[in-house]
């Protein structure tokens, strides 16, 4: 099991009203997994994948990624984890304005140590295989949308992480940039990545082949598709 | 486990980008800095060129030689107390000649200003002392044509001389002086030799004398006032034990009590070397204080402007945590973009302030040294300025929540 959360929940202290945003979700996410959360805004999916990303931990519950217990880590240990295990794609891609394409591919490795040398060959690799193989100086503000996002998957893949996160990543495209994306999920699911999507859109949701459905904190339907 | 080193080339990289896109922001900010180390290294470049200078022109004046003299060299505190000494006499200096046991040279000097004349050159307003024999060695003079006095000279009162290098080239040209006869005053002598060039310290020239037998000078020449007696010992480390015996034989032979103060001084060059020191200590200390203000204010610029880049990046450093950094990669980052911009300034305030230094020490006619220190000291403060500046923008960054920045606009 790659994923293993129990009685997860999260509350948030806004002065001195308590605001239950997870209120005791149990799920588990096996390898290889291609996974669509999806819910209105409020359900807390944002909240879920804050901690399933380790970007936050659980007020209360247990979240076991990869065999190891990461819902008490601090936020030096949880960086380690964001950097090792996981792969963000966002919404508004995320990319650093500066740097071209191949530094913020390579940015992940920096973190993680890895010589120059074999940072750039690695980020080269995870470009080609999004298709932007011959874009690699260009700064995100010269590219499309669309290239920003592959841009935006090949950070997220370069580490080869546990999982993939991906929060509405077509959200800022249109519908036809927004399924070439979706392709190329579906080719880094093929190759045996593990792909947790965030999204309100079904026909974004259709792709997946687990729909997990949440509602005020709770999950509401939980529905595998094969 | 983890390469620091690569990654501390990569923080100069991402600072190097950071920096580039805000050209006029970074230069503006840098200025501050830039001003303050061309201050220091400026005023520190020209006081290493004086240093040089100056503790080479008192290394001419002997360090194993004192000087017994009615005055001391540098006057600390009340002058008045020194108004009403007698002058040093021959006397005193026959006394010291004998019963000195720790000298191995000692030279009576006094001295008057004369017109020396040969044929048609005449020389104004020359020194002409009278001394003795020993003076070549008390005075670190030497003959470079010719000879010296002689014990004979002295004893006899011989109307012969020995000039200066300056005063032989003025009256001589080209002709050799030996054996020539000069008038000094109102009477003649014959040159017996002149003495080698030795230059100049602080400007004044050290060639332009006359110098004749002691007795002879009495016999003829008025209006000189005091003697300066000179001792030399060979041996440094005894040099202690000769003011000693100097102090207890002039005591002696002034009759002066126990409780009296000396009433006469015994001069040393390091005294001068002191003096310089203190002064010089002084404008140190007052240039650490003007650059030192400048450079804070710099640093409070840079400190305001990383805050605003701090706000302003909020988004960067919310996608730099996501993606695995640590506090202390985000921290180390902000610190280094500081240093950046602080040894910008730093490096052209070294280059700048070498070259104010030269200006100034050529006005004064001095050469200047590159020196490492001067780097160093320029380095020194632009880098701890850059860390001491960047470090609260750069902690308020490493603790940010990633999610709440990740969500910035």
């Given amino acids: 099991m790659l994923i293993e959360v129990t009685n997860l929940k999260k509350t948030y202290q806004l002065g001195d009203i308590e605001v239950p945003a997870v209120r005791g979700i149990d799920m588990s996410i096996e390898k290889n997994e291609y996974l669509a959360i999806m819910g209105p805004s409020g359900s807390g999916k944002s909240t879920l994948m804050n901690i399933i990303g380790c970007l936050d931990v659980p007020t209360e519950g247990s979240y076991i990624l990869d065999s190891k217990d990461v819902s008490k880590l601090n936020d030096d240990e949880l960086a380690e984890i964001r950097n090792r295990k996981i792969g963000f794609v966002f919404q508004t891609f995320n990319l650093l304005p500066r740097a071209d394409a191949l530094h913020n591919v390579e940015l992940p490795l920096i973190y993680s140590g890895l010589p120059r040398a074999k940072r750039k060959e690695m980020a080269e690799a995870a470009l080609d295989k999004v298709g932007l193989g011959d874009r690699m100086h260009h700064k995100p503000n010269e590219l499309s949308g669309g290239e920003r996002q592959r841009v935006a998957i090949a950070r997220a893949l370069v580490n080869n992480p546990a999982i993939i996160l991906a929060d509405e990543p077509t959200g800022n495209l249109d519908s036809n940039t927004g399924e070439e994306i979706m392709e190329i999920f579906e080719q880094i699911h093929a190759g045996g990545n593990t792909i947790i999507l965030i999204t309100h859109e079904e026909y974004i949701a259709n792709h997946s082949n687990r729909v997990v459905r949440l509602l005020d904190g709770l999950i509401q339907s939980d529905e595998n598709k094969q | ?409």
Avoid at chain 2, 312 to 335: D, H, P, V, Y
Wanted: glycine share 10%; hydrophobic share 40%.
């Fill in chain 2, 1 to 409: 486990m983890f390469d620091r080193f690569s990654l501390l080339g990569e923080y100069f990289v991402m600072a190097w980008m950071a920096l580039k896109s805000h050209k006029m922001r970074s230069a503006l900010t840098t200025l501050g800095i830039l001003i303050g180390v061309t201050t220091i290294i400026t005023i520190f470049t020209t006081i290493q060129g004086m240093n040089e200078y100056v503790i080479g022109e008192l290394s001419n004046i002997g360090s194993s030689t004192v000087y017994v003299e009615k005055w001391p060299w540098v006057i600390r505190g009340d002058f008045w107390r020194y108004r009403n000494r007698k002058e040093v006499t021959y006397k005193e200096y026959e006394a010291l000649a004998k019963y000195s046991k720790t000298a191995d040279y000692i030279s009576p000097a006094v001295w008057a200003l004369r017109t020396v004349k040969y044929k048609n050159e005449v020389y104004e307003r020359v020194p002409v002392l009278g001394t003795n024999e020993q003076y070549k060695d008390t005075d670190n003079v030497a003959p470079a044509d010719g000879r010296f006095l002689t014990e004979m000279d002295v004893y006899r009162n011989h109307k012969v001389c020995v000039l200066g290098d300056e005063v032989a080239k003025n009256l001589f040209k080209d002709e050799s002086p030996i054996g020539k006869r000069v008038k000094v005053g109102s009477d003649k002598y014959r040159v017996i030799g002149v003495n080698e060039k030795q230059g100049q310290v602080f400007g004044q020239s050290m060639d332009n004398y006359v110098l004749v037998p002691y007795g002879t000078f009495r016999r003829v020449m008025s209006g000189h006032r005091g003697m300066r007696i000179s001792m030399t010992v060979s041996d440094v480390s005894k040099l202690e034990d000769m003011k000693d015996e100097i102090r207890g034989i002039m005591r002696k032979e002034r009759k002066i009590r126990p409780e009296e103060e000396d009433d006469f001084a015994i001069n040393q060059q390091d005294q001068l070397t002191q003096l310089y020191r203190d002064l010089t200590g002084t404008l140190f200390a007052i240039i650490f204080v003007i650059g030192g203000i400048s450079l804070l204010v710099g640093g409070i610029g840079i400190t305001n402007i990383m805050l605003v880049s701090v706000t302003e990046r909020t988004k960067e450093i919310g996608i730099r945590k996501a993606i695995g950094a640590r506090r202390r990669n985000i921290l180390s980052q902000f610190i280094i973009e500081s240093i950046a911009i602080a040894s910008i300034g730093g490096i052209i305030g070294i280059i700048l302030g070498y070259f104010g230094g030269s200006i100034v020490l050529s006005q004064m006619e001095l050469n200047t040294g590159v020196s490492l220190s001067v780097i160093m000291v320029g380095f020194g403060f632009s880098s701890f300025v850059g860390v001491a500046a960047g470090f609260y923008p750069a902690w308020k960054a490493a603790k940010m929540n990633p999610i709440d920045s990740l969500h910035f606009e």
